[in-house]
């Protein structure tokens, strides 16, 4: 069963205005778990909207969204987000990591929100940083850590809820090339270890020649590469 398919999406913005934009025409892709898709589109071409419509953070005008199986459209806010909750995980371009937390608290707090004890919660986290090479940085606050190092935080913290699929927004896109490679192959080691379908959009064509596949979105649709 596949972990993400986006069948027919398409979105407009500004409908009936001068400024009408459609940016996506018929979108259709299928993520298998385990599978690690690369995102490849210039800056205006709809990325973010392809992102946020397949985590659920925006509608398409048509086309339809299934998670794990289970059709998104029709569905109550509130089963919304428990997909988004219990099946999805973020990663943006910024880590947007709560700065008064340590990494450790960044990584525990989504899963109190989703009701896993303050103990097991502490132990998963402590094992995500740890399989990033972060081990001795728990305790640290953001403003402690590198850029990379909190990137890396916020990978552990988009999979603490072990989610089927991770959808990443130039997760690297901030860092130094040197810095990003490492970064990214933490990244590669946690999604392989976990078997979850990631789509990870990227500027960068050598980052991306190494996941499975490489698509292209281009004219408001996907195309391989
Ligand atoms: P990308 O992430 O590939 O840079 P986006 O998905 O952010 O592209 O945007 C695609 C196009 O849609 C851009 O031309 C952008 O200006 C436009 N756009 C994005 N969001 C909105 C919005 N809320 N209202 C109007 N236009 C938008
Ligand atoms: P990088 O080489 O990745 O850019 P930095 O030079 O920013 O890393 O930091 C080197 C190390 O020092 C990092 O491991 C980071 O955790 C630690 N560090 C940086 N700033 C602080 C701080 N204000 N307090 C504690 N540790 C810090």
Redesign the pocket.
């Known amino acids: 069963e596949a972990a993400l398919r986006l069948s027919g999406i398409e979105k407009t913005?500004?409908r009936g205005l001068a400024?009408e934009?459609r940016?996506l025409r018929g979108v259709d892709l299928t993520l298998m778990p385990g599978e690690i898709v690369a995102l490849v589109?210039?800056?205006?071409?709809?990325?973010?909207?392809?992102?946020?419509i397949a985590g659920l953070l925006d509608s398409a005008d048509a086309g339809s969204v299934e998670i794990c199986g289970e059709p998104m459209q029709g569905r109550s806010d509130r089963r919304r987000t428990a997909v988004r909750r219990d099946r999805l995980g973020f990663v943006y371009q910024f880590h947007h990591l709560l700065p008064e937390f340590t990494a450790l608290e960044n990584v525990v707090l989504p899963q109190l929100a989703n009701g896993v004890a303050r103990r097991e919660a502490d132990a998963r986290a402590q094992g995500l940083l740890d399989s990033v090479g972060l081990a001795g940085r728990a305790a640290h606050r953001p403003a402690e850590l590198s850029g990379g190092e909190q990137q890396r935080v916020a990978f552990c913290r988009a999979m603490a809820n072990d989610p089927q699929v991770l959808l990443a927004?130039e997760p690297t896109g901030n860092l130094d090339p040197e810095t990003s490679d490492r970064v990214f192959a933490a990244l590669l080691g946690l999604v392989r270890d976990t078997g979850l379908a990631a789509l990870i959009?990227t500027h960068n064509l050598e980052l991306a020649a190494r996941m499975d596949r490489q698509l292209r979105?281009d004219a408001g649709q996907l195309r391989a590469i």
Request: neutral net charge.
């Open positions: 913005y500004n400024s934009i940016v589109a210039p800056s205006g071409a709809g990325k973010s909207t392809l992102l946020h927004d959009a979105l």
